[in-house]
T-cell receptor, first 112, second 112 residues
């Protein structure tokens, strides 16, 4: 059974629109993260949350907003989409300090 | 500042040959170190981890890594590679809490 679910798997959007990427983890972890990976850039850290509180934000643009409605959820809202936002977005989770992260399968976003 | 360097962006080896992927980290404290593998169009999967103790740690699929505090390194090795090992390998440093630092990855191609 998948431990980290990301929905949808593929997403196509038009420039200027808004999308929400879903992430749910069933590992009982208290920390969750978002990463972005594109052809132009290697794996890029975006956000980290712990106990539903924002711990670190390395995303310059306010168009990216994480949303944590439950401890095991960390969705990513992206507004005013641009073609440069096209990438695969990975959600991850970990438990406490020093423990390894577990990654979801990713959502592949294409902005036309 | 903390960082991880993987000096080789691409490595090509023949099937059956031995492999070493290099990783250097920068951190003055006690590091937690990981190697992840990413197969095409998939998320990252944990290969192995080092917290403390024996500097040589064993991972899945015959991989091992050796931690060296004096060299600030955590190199990944495999005695005999298989074509299915072709993937991108990431070295990751955790400095505690939710602070993870990723290398840029090394793309491994195994020639049959």
């Amino acid at each position: 059974d998948p431990k980290i679910i990301q929905k949808p798997k593929y997403l196509v959007a038009v420039t200027g629109s808004e999308k929400i990427l879903i992430c749910e983890q069933y590992l009982g972890h208290n920390a969750m993260y978002w990463y972005r990976q594109s052809a132009k850039k290697p794996l890029e850290f975006m956000f980290s949350y712990s106990y539903q509180k924002l711990m670190d934000n390395q995303t310059a643009s306010s168009r990216f907003q994480p949303q944590s409605s439950k401890k095991n959820h960390l969705d990513l809202q992206i507004t005013a989409l641009k073609p440069d936002d096209s990438a695969t977005y990975f959600c991850a989770s970990s438990q406490d300090r020093g423990n390894e992260q577990y990654f979801g399968p990713g959502t592949r976003l294409t902005v036309l | 500042a903390q960082s991880v360097t993987q000096p080789d962006a691409r490595v090509t080896v023949s099937e059956g040959a031995s492999l070493q992927l290099r990783c250097k980290y920068s951190y003055s404290g006690t590091p937690y170190l990981f190697w992840y593998v990413q197969y095409p169009r998939q998320g990252l999967q944990l290969l192995l981890k080092y917290y403390s103790g024996d500097p040589v740690v064993q991972g899945v699929n015959g991989f091992e890594a050796e931690f060296s505090k004096s060299n600030s390194s955590f190199h990944l090795r495999k005695a005999s590679v298989h074509w299915s090992d072709s993937a991108v390998y990431f070295c990751v440093l955790n400095t505690g809490y939710q602070n993870f630092y990723f290398g840029k990855g090394t793309s491994l191609t195994v020639i049959p």
